[in-house]
C-alpha cells in the first residue's frame, strides 16, 4: 500500500515511517497541512494518516480538500494527546 502520514510531530511521523515501511508499505511524510493537502490531492495514495492540529491548514481543512476532490480516498484522523 502506498501511505501518506501528515505529521507535525517529527519524531511521531518518523516513528509511523519506520514502523509502516518495515511492514512493506511504501510511505510519504508531510509535517503541515498545506504540504500535506498538496501530496494528497496530486499522489495516488491507499490510505492517508492525518493530524488534527497542524501547521498552515489544520486536518479538518486538509479533509475537506480531500473530500471536494477524492471522495473515496480512505483517511484516518490522528488526534494525540497534548
Not at 498538496?38 to 492540529?53: F, Q
Amino acid at each position: 500500500m502506498r501511505l501518506l502520514v501528515i505529521e507535525d510531530e517529527v519524531k511521531l511521523a518518523q516513528y509511523l515511517h519506520k514502523g509502516l515501511s518495515e511492514n512493506g508499505h511504501v510511505v510519504d511524510l508531510a509535517h503541515d497541512g498545506i504540504e500535506g493537502r498538496r501530496l494528497a490531492l496530486g499522489g495516488d495514495y491507499d490510505l492517508v494518516l492525518l493530524d488534527i492540529m497542524l501547521p498552515g491548514v489544520d486536518g479538518f481543512g486538509v479533509l475537506r480538500a480531500i473530500r471536494a476532490e477524492k471522495r473515496n480516498l480512505p483517511v484516518l484522523m490522528l488526534k494525540i494527546g497534548r
